[in-house]
C-alpha cells in the first residue's frame, strides 16, 4: 500500500492545508472541533468521540491513562479552557481508516481556585474511523518545559 504523497512534506515547511485530502482535512476537523468541546466543557460529545479501548499518555506523568481518566481531565473539575491556538505540524491518514493528527497548541487556562496560565506544547491524537466518524484511540505528547 502507498502512502498519498500528499501526506508527505519537508517539515521545515509550514503545512499547507490546501494541499490536504477530504480525509485528512476532516481527521483535522475533528482535531479542532473537540477541542472547542473541551472549551465549552461538553463531556457527552467528547465521551462519545473516545474509543471504549481509548489510552493516552501526557508524558509528564508515569504512565499511560485510561478514557475515564481523560474524561475527567477535561471535565468540571478540571481548569477551565479560556482560548487556544492549533498548528497542525502533520496530519496522515492511512489506508482510509488510521489517523494521525501531530500539531502544536498554545492554551490559556483559568483553575477553579488561581490565576489564569498559559502554556503550549506539542500534541499526537491517534483516530480510526469507525462508522464514518473518526474515533480517538489515543494521544500522547505534553507542555514545553520553561
Excluded: F
Excluded at 75 to 83: F, I, K, M, S, T
Excluded at 89 to 116: F, M
Aim: glycine share 6%; with cysteine.
Amino acid at each position: 500500500m502507498t502512502a498519498d504523497p500528499r501526506n508527505d512534506r519537508d517539515p521545515s515547511r509550514p503545512v499547507r492545508m490546501s494541499d490536504w485530502t477530504p480525509q485528512q482535512r476532516a481527521l483535522w476537523d475533528r482535531v479542532v472541533a473537540l477541542w472547542a468541546c473541551v472549551r465549552t466543557r461538553d463531556p457527552a460529545t467528547i465521551a462519545a468521540a473516545l474509543d471504549p479501548d481509548y489510552m493516552g499518555w501526557d508524558l509528564r506523568a508515569p504512565a499511560p491513562h485510561d478514557r475515564d481518566a481523560a474524561l475527567q481531565s477535561v471535565g468540571e473539575d478540571a481548569p477551565a479552557l479560556v482560548a487556544y491556538r492549533l498548528e497542525p505540524l502533520s496530519v496522515r491518514v492511512y489506508a482510509g481508516h488510521t489517523g494521525v493528527a501531530h500539531y502544536a497548541y498554545a492554551a490559556t487556562v483559568q483553575p477553579k481556585d488561581g490565576p489564569p496560565s498559559d502554556v503550549q506544547g506539542r500534541w499526537t491524537e491517534v483516530y480510526v474511523l469507525q462508522a464514518g466518524q473518526w474515533q480517538m484511540v489515543a494521544v500522547s505528547g505534553r507542555p514545553d518545559e520553561g
